[in-house]
């Protein structure tokens, strides 16, 4: 069976399951909507270390720990651990995931870290090359803060566009058989560049990205946004979904109706005060853990089109005024296998 | 009086930085650069004392006031110690402040543990 | 859709700042800044201390204020609040240098409170000292030096 559709998207003859999800956030994750979904909130930031970097690296490890516990499976099982966090060298997820004796891809993809390791790691199970895959992506609002912006205790203000990190990790553990939810299709994104330089508007920046990655997922399996239950976006805020809206009435596709956001859906925009909604990491990651995996799991939906967003630029590509390139990966997560994808046309689906 | 000068032309000072801050896209720390910059030059061109002698504070307490500073400190060089003093005069007249800064900013790191308040 | 009409785009959708709000904070607490450090100053004239001293020992108080505030995790939100109304007084200096050398204190005392202490405050240094002999090559060129 031919795996590839169109021209970026991925069927997989035998369809990966998501067996089970973990997470772990911070205290102000435990404070917003999302609060009694979420496995464990941690009382305190420091996650008990001494530092921004181990506590990410602590929350790193006891979520995957927790993850395959979930799953009912050993360390051992994992076939393959993917990962990822926004820290320099990705430390986050190495020094997490240092003890657990695994093979380790180390991924970046900045906040699309969690779709890029689900793609990949649904991949390594279909080619048959694991039994079982763990995909992580955790992110820290202080190691973040310090990586990419200004010490903590600086006295700034955010604009009204920037986002608030989540401190948080989701882990996903695939599995090559299992009675789903099954991941059914993947198309990985190219990088889109719409030239915005402003760092404190991530959403606008991600937000080219997102929709032509939709529209090239549509396209390539010939569907309708009709076809999925929810279409939701890994973490571009309300400025970033605001923007995908038209640039995807622009291809005359209309998600209004299934559409969501991670970073609106975690926090409390007005009362937590995160200005234009969650990023980072572990946005997308934790709200698919604790939130939608589990809206499938109980059929609640049963066509998820997941898009965890990334925007690739560093401290000194913004310095050296470069514009932020950005990334998308679209999940297909649905309950059932659909029998056989409409063939593929050439022509763009809403055409 | 003075106190009343001293608030607003204090505060008229910080709403110029919020301006460009907010209708510019520079970096707080390019307006804390401009800031210096222009008062040194200003109070260089003789044009930024009138301000101290009207608001006292208002003008040396915000980050011109400290650029006035240097500018004066480098006459009062020149003065006394002729051209050794343009390359003197800035940083002794900035070095009580900036001593104390590092002293007690470093103290307070030694005594201070981060405690991330600050992300929540 | 081209680049320019993106950045369009985007304007449009870009809620902007509260300018009105910023600036009026600004000035509340920018002002009364500036009015702690007269009051400093009025006591120091009052004790008859020379105004050359009086000034370096009120900017020296308002920076030790401002770094045990940044060390109680006070100044930060102070600063949300205020914007540049706590920056730009030289409180906002001494909070620049005080918040690195705690957030790098954990790279060790050299070459993280050390090395980083003036991660934000440097560029004002520099300038500083670049404007200084500017003025003091006119001055000494043109302006009655010796």
């Known amino acids: 069976m031919k795996k590839i559709m169109g021209k970026q998207t991925v069927r997989f003859a035998n369809p990966p399951t998501v067996l089970a999800a973990a997470s772990i956030v911070g205290p102000k994750e435990g404070e917003g909507p999302l609060s009694e979904y979420f496995d464990q909130i941690a009382p305190d930031i420091t996650f008990g270390t001494d530092s921004w970097e181990k506590a990410e690296s602590q929350l790193v490890s006891d979520t995957i720990q927790l993850a395959v516990q979930k799953a009912k499976l050993r360390m051992d099982d994992i076939g393959f651990i993917l990962a990822g966090d926004l820290l320099n060298q990705s430390s986050g997820s190495n020094y997490g995931i240092r003890a657990c004796e695994r093979p380790f891809f180390g991924l970046y993809g900045a906040c699309s870290a969690i779709g890029e390791g689900m793609a990949l790691g649904a991949m390594l199970l279909d080619g048959g090359f ?137 926090y409390d925009r007005e009362k937590q005060d995160v200005h234009a909604g969650g990023s980072g990491c572990g946005c997308a990651a934790v709200t698919f853990a604790s939130y939608l995996l589990p809206q499938l799991q109980t059929k609640k939906i049963n066509r998820l089109l997941f898009i965890p967003t990334g925007a690739l630029h560093n401290v000194a590509s913004i310095q050296q005024g470069e514009t932020i390139p950005a990334i998308a990966h679209a999940i297909a997560i649905e309950n059932r296998v659909p029998a056989s994808d409409p063939p593929s046309s050439t022509k763009g689906a809403q055409s | 009086m003075t106190i009343l000068w001293a608030f607003i032309i204090g505060g008229l000072i910080c709403v110029a930085g919020q301006l460009l801050i907010d209708l510019t896209q520079l970096t707080p720390a390019r307006i804390l650069v401009i800031f210096v910059v222009a008062g040194c030059l200003l109070s260089g061109m003789g044009l930024y004392q009138w301000l101290v002698d009207l608001a006292g504070a208002g003008a040396l307490v915000p980050l011109p006031g400290f650029g006035h500073v240097l500018a004066q400190g480098v006459k009062k060089a020149i003065d006394e110690r002729g051209w050794i003093g343009i390359f003197t005069g800035g940083f002794a007249a900035m070095a009580g402040g900036v001593t104390v800064a590092i002293v007690f900013g470093y103290i307070a790191a030694l005594v201070t543990k981060p405690s991330g308040s600050a992300a929540m | 859709m ?141 302006g009655g030096g010796r």
Not at chain 1, 193 to 206: C, E, I, L, Q, Y
């Open chain 1, 130 to 266: 694991a039994q079982y895959v763990l995909a992580n992506a955790s992110s820290h609002y202080c190691g973040a803060e310090k990586t990419f912006r200004f010490p903590l205790e600086l006295g700034t203000q955010r604009t009204p566009t920037a986002s608030w990190t989540v401190t948080g990790d989701g882990a996903v553990v695939l599995a090559a058989q299992g009675n789903g939810p099954f991941v059914t299709a993947v198309t990985a994104g190219s990088i889109v560049d719409m030239g915005v330089t402003d760092a404190s508007n991530m959403g606008a920046a991600m937000a080219p990205a997102a929709a032509a990655v939709i529209t090239a997922h549509l396209r390539d399996r010939n569907l309708n946004a009709d076809y999925f239950d929810a279409i939701v976006t890994g973490d571009l805020g309300q400025v970033g979904a605001d923007l995908l809206m038209a640039l995807l009435r622009e291809e005359k596709i209309d998600i209004a109706k299934q559409y969501d956001d991670c970073g609106l859906l975690i």
């Open chain 3, 2 to 142: 081209t680049k320019s009409d993106y950045t369009n785009l985007v304007k449009q959708y870009s809620p902007g700042s509260k300018i009105a709000q910023n600036c009026l904070r600004a000035f509340v607490v920018g002002g009364a800044i500036c009015v702690v450090g007269q009051l400093i100053m009025n006591v120091l004239l009052a004790g008859g201390m020379v105004r050359d001293d009086a000034s370096l020992l009120t900017a020296c108080a308002l920076i030790i204020i401002a770094i045990v505030l940044t060390a109680m995790g006070t100044y930060s939100k102070i600063g949300k609040f205020a914007g540049a109304g706590s920056a730009v007084p030289i409180t906002g200096f001494a909070n620049a240098i005080t918040a690195p050398a705690i957030e790098y204190k954990k790279e060790g005392l050299v070459m993280g409170v050390g090395a980083k202490l003036f991660i934000v405050a440097g560029p004002v240094l520099v300038y500083g000292a670049m404007a200084s002999v500017v003025v003091g090559i006119f001055y000494y060129l043109f």
